[in-house]
C-alpha cells in the first residue's frame, strides 16, 4: 500500500463538513426534522454540546431534508452578542440574498440605518420580495450559536429583543420556519422553550455505534483497514463523540503514513492518544473554558478519582466531593450544585462518578490535574476578600491578634475553600495557645499539599505536644509526637520526646506502685495493731511522712524532666546537649538549618534529599556524597544550597568546625535567597577547598525569616543560643535586620548585612559590605544636580525603614524643590491623577524609592507616565535593580536611572562577575558580589581559635584587596560601613548599563 502514503488525510477536523459523502450517521435525526417541517412546526430547537459536529450537522440538512419544499439558509450568530438588532437584521438579510443566489435589483437591501430606525421594514418588505422569488418553497432559517446573543442585554432589553423579534415573524410569516441550535446549558434550552411556547427540540449527542463505526473506516476504506480490537478502543476513547473520534483517525492515518504501516491495531490506538490529544486542543478546551470555577473543580475531582480507581484496581470510583475532602477542600454548596450540572449538561455520567468520553478524562489528568485545579477555588469572592485580609494584616501589624483571626475567620466564612488563610490562622491560633483549631487548620493544609505544607503540621504537633508535657498530660503528648512520627518516621526530635515521656510515665509508674505499696502496708498494720489511739497515730504519723517524700520526690522528677539549660534537651530524664540545630524543632528552629531540610521543595533533586536523609541520622560521609552529586548534576541549575550542605557535611565528617550563619528570605522571596546564597557559599567552597583555617572547615548555618520583622527576632534570639555561631551575615531587608540587632547586640555577636542599606542600623557589632542609603542618596542627589532637574515628586512607602531611609538622604541632598512626597503603598492613591498635577506644575523627575514588597505599584507609575506621555525623568534605589523592572516596565522603564551597590559590567567587578556566572550559570546580582564579600570578611577575621569577641574585634582591622572580593577594596570605617560608592546604572534599550561605573 506504499502509494497511499501520497493520499490527503479524508479525517476532517477543525472545519465543519461540507461534503455530504464524508458525513455519516444522523439519519434519526435528519427524519425528525423533515417530518416536523411537514406538519408545519414553524420552529424546531436543537441542543447540543459544542464540538459535537453541530455545525456540520447543519452544512448538511440542506442535502439529506425535502430539498423539494424548503430551502435552507445558514447564519451563525456567533460574534453578534453586542450588535444591536438592526446590524443583525441587516446581516441575515445579506446572508438570505448570497446563499439562495437572489437578484440584488429585485430582491432589495434596506440600510442598517432604516432597519435601525423602523426594524419591521425585514419582515414587511424584505421577506416577501424572497417568498415571491422563492415560488412554491419556503425559507428555513438554520441558526447556529442561537444562545450566543442571550447575554446581551442591548438585544434583550424591553420588546425589542432578537428572540422576541423571531416569535413575531412567525406569527406572522407562513413560509418561515427556523431551526435554532442551544449549545450552552440545559438551563438555556429551557428558557428558549419557554419562550417560544415549548416546540419540539432534539437532543444531538453522541453518534450510535454504527454511526460511529462507519466514521472510522469508511473515509479511509480502501487505504486504512482497522482490526475489531482497534475499532473498539477507538469507541472506548471517544464514546462516539465525531469530534473526537475523527481526531483519533486523523492521527492514525497520519501515523500510518510515517510508518507505511496500513493496518490498525489496539497498541497503534493506544501510540496515538498524547498526539490526539495535542491535536484536539481547541475541541478539549471547550469542556473546561465554559465552566465555572466549581465545576472545573468537580470536573477534575472526576477525573482524578477514576484515575485511582483504575490504577487500585477498582470496580467503582469514589465520590468525588469524598475526594475532595481528602484534599482539603471543604463541599460548598456551589460545588454539590456544580456535580448534578456536569451531569445534566452531559460531562460525566448519572453516577457522578465518571467523565463520559475517556479522551476528556485523559487530557483532565494531564492538563488539569486536581492539585492544581482546586487553587482556582481561591478566586471566588476575590474582592471582597482582598479588603479583609488587608484589615487583618493591619490589625496583626498592632498587635490585635484576636481582632486580625476574627478577620480570617471571616474570610472562611466567605469562601471555606480560600486556602491561603489556613496556614496563617493555623499559626495565629498557635500563638494564643487554641492548639485543637490550629491542627484542624494545619491539617487541612496539609492535605492541600503534603509535602509544602508538613513543616507546618509537625511542629504544631510538637508545640501542642510540649505544652500537654507541661501539664503533665504525658498519655495526650504522646499522642502528638506519635502523630508526628506517621508523617516523618524518622524525625528525630519526636523521637527524643517520646522517650523522654516514656521516661515520665515510667517514674509515675513507679511512684504510683510505691503509693499502693504503702498503702497496703498501712492496711496491714492497722489490722494488727494494738486497738490503741496512739499506736494508730503513730503509724498514720509515719505513712504521711512517706507519701510527703514520694510527693516532694514526683515534685523533683517533674522540675528535672521541664528545665534543662539552653542547648541542651532532656533524655530519659537527663540533660544532654542537642544533637542537631533542629532536633527539638519549634516556630523558629524549624527555619534553621545546616542540612536536615531544604528550603527550596519546588526545585525537585532526589540526590539533595537523599543527601538530606543522610545528614539527619548523622551519615556525614554519605551526605557528603550524595550532596556532591546533586552539584555536579549537570541536568539542575546549581543550587548554593546544596553546594553550603555539601561543605557543611565535609565539615561535620572533620569535627571541630568553626559556624556562621545567613538569615534569608527563603519563603518570601526565593530570587534573593538565592543571590546571598550564592555569594555565601561560593566564598565558604573556596575556603574548605584550600583547607579551611588549621584544618577547621567553615560550616553554614541557614536560617529564614521571611523578612519578617517578627520572626527576625526569634531566628535572632535563635542564633544567639547556639553557642557555636560565631557570626551572622543578614538579615535581608533593613526592617527585618532593624528588628534583629538589639538581640545581636546585647549578646555581642558580630553581624555583616550585605544588603540591608537602611541609616539608622548601627552599633559595634554591626557591619555592612554594601553602600549604605546615604551614599545611594547622596549619588542620586548629585546625579539630579548635574542634570539640572531642579523639581521632583518623591513616592516612598513610609513604613519601610528602607524606603523612608532612602527618602530622607535624598531629601537632605537634594539642592532642588520636593514638590510632594507620595505614600505610594495607599489604596486611594490616583496615580494619573497625581502625576498630571506635577507634570503641570513643572516637576521634572519622579524619585521611585519604593521597598522591594512595592516594585510592582513603582512600574505601574513608571507605565502611567509613559502611557500619558508626561515626559518625567525616573530615578530609584536598588530595589528596583532586577529582572522584574525590565520585564515588567518594558519601555514604561528606559531612561531609568538607579544607584546600585556593585555593577557587574564596572571594570573592578569583571573578574569576580565572569567566575560567578561561569559557576552558576547564570548572571549575577549585586547581592551574591556583597554577600560573597561579607563572607570573606568573616573568613579573614577568623584566628587559631576563633570567637565571638575576637572576630568582633578582628573585623574593624581587615582589608581585602580587589582580588580577594567581587571588586573593590573591601576595609571598614569606624562606623562600620564599608569604604566604597554607589554606583549609576541606565535602562537602556531593555538592559541595565552602566552610567557612572568608576566609584
Not at 909 to 918: G, H, I, L, P, V
Request: charged letters at 25%.
Amino acid at each position: 500500500m506504499n502509494n497511499f502514503t501520497a493520499r490527503k488525510n479524508p479525517y476532517i477536523i477543525g472545519r465543519p463538513i461540507h461534503e455530504p459523502e464524508k458525513f455519516f450517521g444522523r439519519e434519526t435525526l435528519f427524519q425528525f426534522i423533515e417530518d416536523s417541517l411537514n406538519a408545519d412546526t414553524k420552529i424546531i430547537l436543537l441542543h447540543a454540546q459544542r464540538r459535537i459536529g453541530i455545525s456540520s450537522v447543519l452544512q448538511q440538512i440542506p442535502h439529506k431534508v425535502a430539498q423539494d419544499k424548503f430551502v435552507f439558509v445558514l447564519f451563525d450568530l456567533q460574534g453578534y452578542s453586542e450588535s444591536s438588532l438592526s446590524d443583525v437584521l441587516f446581516n441575515l438579510a445579506e446572508e438570505i440574498i448570497s446563499q439562495l443566489e437572489l437578484d440584488f435589483d429585485i430582491v432589495t437591501l434596506s440600510s442598517d440605518e432604516e432597519l435601525k430606525n423602523n426594524p419591521d421594514i425585514f419582515y414587511q418588505d424584505f421577506l416577501p420580495k424572497v417568498y415571491q422569488e422563492l415560488g412554491d418553497k419556503n425559507l428555513v432559517l438554520l441558526l447556529d450559536e442561537f444562545d450566543i446573543v442571550s447575554s446581551d442585554d442591548g438585544i434583550l432589553n424591553q420588546g425589542n429583543s432578537f428572540f422576541r423579534y423571531l416569535q413575531s415573524l412567525l406569527n406572522k410569516q407562513k413560509k418561515l420556519f427556523i431551526i435554532p441550535v442551544v449549545g450552552r446549558s440545559k438551563d438555556d434550552l429551557e428558557n428558549l422553550l419557554d419562550l417560544f411556547n415549548r416546540p419540539p427540540y432534539q437532543e444531538v449527542g453522541f453518534l450510535d455505534e454504527l454511526s460511529a463505526r462507519q466514521l472510522i473506516t469508511k473515509p479511509a476504506q480502501g487505504m486504512l483497514e482497522y482490526q475489531e480490537d482497534a475499532i473498539k478502543a477507538i469507541l472506548e476513547l471517544s464514546s462516539g463523540h465525531p469530534y473526537f473520534t475523527q481526531a483519533i483517525c486523523f492521527n492514525l492515518f497520519l501515523q500510518a503514513k510515517i510508518a507505511e504501516k496500513w493496518t490498525v491495531t489496539r497498541s497503534d490506538v493506544e501510540g496515538i492518544i498524547d498526539k490526539t490529544i495535542e491535536s484536539a486542543t481547541g475541541g478539549l478546551a471547550w469542556f473546561w473554558d465554559g465552566l465555572s470555577i466549581s465545576e472545573q473543580v468537580v470536573f477534575s475531582a472526576v477525573a482524578e478519582a477514576q484515575k485511582i480507581a483504575i490504577e487500585q484496581k477498582q470496580s467503582f470510583p469514589e465520590d468525588p466531593l469524598t475526594l475532595l475532602q481528602k484534599y482539603g477542600v471543604i463541599p460548598t454548596e456551589d460545588l454539590l450544585k456544580a456535580a448534578k450540572k456536569l451531569i445534566a449538561d452531559g460531562f460525566i455520567d448519572d453516577t457522578k462518578r465518571r467523565v463520559n468520553i475517556e479522551l476528556v478524562r485523559r487530557w483532565l489528568i494531564e492538563l488539569h490535574p486536581l492539585q492544581k485545579t482546586i487553587w482556582k477555588l481561591e478566586e471566588l469572592k476575590k474582592k471582597a476578600i482582598n479588603r479583609i485580609e488587608q484589615e487583618a494584616i493591619k490589625l496583626d501589624k498592632n498587635g490585635k491578634k484576636q481582632d486580625a483571626i476574627d478577620c480570617y475567620e471571616e474570610i472562611l466564612k466567605l469562601n471555606p475553600n480560600y486556602f491561603s488563610t489556613l496556614p496563617v490562622l493555623a499559626q495565629r491560633y498557635l500563638e494564643i495557645g487554641n492548639f485543637n483549631k490550629a491542627l484542624e487548620l494545619y491539617q487541612r493544609d496539609y492535605k492541600l499539599d503534603a509535602i509544602r505544607n508538613k513543616e507546618g503540621l509537625l511542629l504544631a504537633l510538637e508545640n501542642y505536644g510540649n505544652d500537654l508535657i507541661s501539664q503533665r498530660e504525658f498519655a495526650k503528648a504522646r499522642t502528638q509526637f506519635e502523630e508526628a512520627l506517621k508523617i516523618e518516621p524518622d524525625r528525630v526530635s519526636a523521637k527524643y520526646k517520646l522517650r523522654e515521656i516514656e521516661a515520665e510515665i515510667s517514674q509515675q509508674q513507679q511512684l504510683d506502685r510505691k503509693a499502693e505499696i504503702s498503702q497496703e502496708q498501712l492496711e496491714n498494720l492497722l489490722e494488727h495493731a494494738p486497738k490503741t489511739s496512739i499506736s494508730q497515730q503513730i503509724i498514720l504519723g509515719a505513712i504521711a511522712v512517706g507519701t510527703i517524700a514520694l510527693l516532694v520526690g514526683g515534685i523533683g522528677i517533674y522540675q528535672s524532666f521541664t528545665s534543662c539549660s539552653g542547648g541542651q534537651q532532656k533524655v530519659y530524664a537527663s540533660c544532654v546537649s542537642n544533637p542537631t540545630i533542629t532536633s527539638i524543632p519549634n516556630n523558629i528552629q524549624s527555619n534553621i538549618s545546616r542540612g536536615d531540610r531544604t528550603f527550596f521543595f519546588t526545585i525537585p533533586n532526589t540526590s539533595r534529599d537523599q543527601g538530606i536523609e543522610a545528614f539527619k541520622k548523622g551519615n556525614y560521609l554519605e551526605a557528603a556524597a550524595l550532596f556532591q552529586n546533586a552539584v555536579k548534576d549537570k541536568n539542575n541549575k546549581p543550587d548554593p544550597e546544596i553546594l553550603i550542605y555539601y561543605n557543611n557535611a565535609k565539615a561535620r565528617e572533620k569535627s571541630n568546625s568553626l559556624t556562621l550563619a545567613v538569615v534569608v528570605p527563603a519563603d518570601n522571596s526565593q530570587n534573593a535567597t538565592q543571590q546571598i546564597l550564592r555569594g555565601v557559599a561560593q566564598a565558604q567552597n573556596q575556603f574548605n577547598a584550600n583547607g579551611g583555617s588549621n584544618g577547621r572547615l567553615l560550616e553554614i548555618a541557614i536560617a529564614n525569616d521571611s523578612n519578617d520583622p517578627k520572626k527576625a527576632e526569634q531566628v535572632a534570639q535563635q542564633l544567639v543560643n547556639y553557642k557555636s555561631v560565631l557570626g551572622v551575615i543578614g538579615h535581608d531587608s533593613s526592617d527585618a535586620t532593624q528588628a534583629a540587632l538589639p538581640i545581636y547586640k546585647q549578646a555581642g555577636i558580630p553581624i555583616i548585612s550585605s544588603t540591608s542599606t537602611a541609616n539608622s542600623l548601627n552599633g559595634r557589632n554591626f557591619f555592612r559590605t554594601i553602600p549604605s542609603d546615604a551614599a545611594s542618596g547622596e549619588k542620586l542627589a548629585q546625579y539630579a544636580q548635574n542634570s539640572a532637574l531642579k523639581k521632583v515628586v518623591i513616592f516612598y512607602n513610609p513604613k519601610s525603614t528602607y524606603s523612608n531611609s532612602l527618602r530622607e538622604e535624598f531629601t537632605n541632598k537634594f539642592k532642588g524643590q520636593i514638590f510632594r512626597k507620595i505614600d505610594l503603598t495607599d489604596s486611594t492613591l490616583n496615580i494619573e491623577q497625581e502625576l498630571k498635577e506635577s507634570a503641570s506644575q513643572q516637576v521634572q523627575a519622579i524619585m521611585l524609592f519604593s521597598d522591594v514588597d512595592h516594585t510592582s505599584r513603582a512600574l505601574e507609575i513608571a507605565k502611567v507616565n509613559a502611557n500619558n506621555k508626561l515626559g518625567l525623568k525616573l530615578l530609584g534605589g536598588d530595589s528596583l535593580y532586577n529582572q522584574k523592572s525590565l520585564n515588567e516596565g518594558k519601555k514604561a522603564v528606559e531612561g531609568l536611572i538607579i544607584a546600585v551597590p556593585w555593577f557587574r559590567k564596572a571594570p573592578q567587578s569583571k573578574k569576580f562577575a565572569d567566575s560567578a556566572e561561569d559557576y552558576w550559570r547564570g548572571g549575577v546580582s549585586w547581592a551574591t558580589a556583597t554577600s560573597f564579600d561579607a563572607t570573606k570578611a568573616f573568613i579573614k577575621s577568623l584566628s587559631f581559635n576563633p570567637s565571638r569577641q575576637s572576630i568582633l574585634a578582628g573585623l574593624p582591622m581587615i582589608e581585602l584587596s580587589s582580588e580577594e572580593t567581587s571588586g573593590d577594596v573591601l576595609k571598614f570605617n569606624k562606623e562600620g560601613e564599608r569604604q566604597s560608592k554607589a554606583i549609576l546604572v541606565r535602562v537602556e534599550n531593555g538592559h541595565f548599563q552602566c552610567l557612572q561605573c568608576s566609584p
